[in-house]
């Protein structure tokens, strides 16, 4: 059990450390490039994450279910 909670703390800690680093990083790039620019970034960088959920839909379900179906095959 002591390795689950380890593992568990330490991908808790990844994640929080992500965060934080990621808030110093997109301050530093808002105040570099002002707010016109920086709007512009933040706006693309939304459409993208927009693009990405919306790429994967069902894809990594059906690639899975093509490996297993050929894997039965082989």
């Not at 620019?37 to 093509?66: C, E, H, K, P």
Request: positive net charge.
């Amino acid at each position: 059990m002591s390795k689950l909670i380890r593992n568990i703390t330490s991908f808790t800690g990844a994640i929080v450390i992500q965060k934080i680093i990621s808030f110093f990083y997109f301050t530093f790039l808002a105040r570099s490039l002002g707010p016109s620019l920086a709007g512009t970034y933040f706006l693309g960088l939304s459409l993208v994450q927009i693009f990405l959920a919306f790429s994967d839909l069902g894809m990594m379900n059906y690639l899975i279910r093509l490996q297993i179906y050929y894997a039965m095959i082989c």
